[in-house]
């Protein structure tokens, strides 16, 4: 059973992403693609034909967009494990404000299919690729030295060869190996 005071939580919501989309001119299919939710699912909270998001996923995707906290959703619950923001995360945002670019202006600079991906890097719900394309595309829009980049793609690189258990005492050389060939190549690349 809906009560007022619910009403009034979906109307601040839905009136708060209304008015976002319309400041900054963003399409809702564009925005609905960002978040990864269908064109009609961004209707019908804005027409709060539905009740406004509760689940933190969407929210988190929603507020990254639109540069404000998940707590300004009074839906959103915080979750019980804490988000932890990595190094290349916190490079990538720092990189951003240097820029002065909003978050829609940085999505904007990625092709449509990998803008989702990017929402959830800048939200802390995954590290950077390793696929070195996507992280050079990246470099590349902030306008970053791609020798600058490797450093956060090899971290993340050396943490999921840990986790998948790769021994680097026992294996120093063939790690020392793979890491050379695979800097040399970046540098070369980046002439």
């Not at 923001?85 to 092709?111: G, M, W, Y």
């Not at 050079?136 to 902030?142: D, K, T, Y």
Request: proline share 4%.
């Amino acid at each position: 059973m809906s009560t007022k005071k619910d009403s009034i939580i979906t109307m601040k919501s839905s009136e708060m992403l209304y008015n976002f989309l319309e400041n900054t001119h963003l399409h809702k299919k564009d925005f609905a693609q960002m978040i990864g939710v269908t064109l009609s699912y961004v209707y019908n909270l804005i027409d709060e034909t539905i009740p406004f998001s509760t689940r933190s996923t969407t929210l988190e995707r929603i507020a990254t967009v639109m540069d404000i906290s998940p707590e300004e959703f009074v839906e959103y619950k915080i979750p019980q494990d804490p988000i932890v923001i990595d190094d290349a995360t916190e490079f990538i945002r720092e990189k951003q404000k240097e820029k002065n670019l909003t978050t829609v202006q940085f999505l904007k600079s990625f092709p449509r299919k990998q803008r989702l991906e990017i929402v959830d890097i800048l939200r802390g719900a995954r590290p950077i690729p390793l696929d070195w394309e996507k992280v050079s595309i990246i470099a590349q829009v902030l306008d970053i030295n791609k020798e600058e980049m490797y450093d956060y793609w090899e971290m993340r690189l050396r943490q999921l060869l840990q986790n998948s258990g790769f021994n680097f005492d026992s294996n120093q050389e063939l790690a020392k190996a793979i890491f050379g060939c695979a800097r040399d190549y970046v540098y070369k690349t980046c002439i």
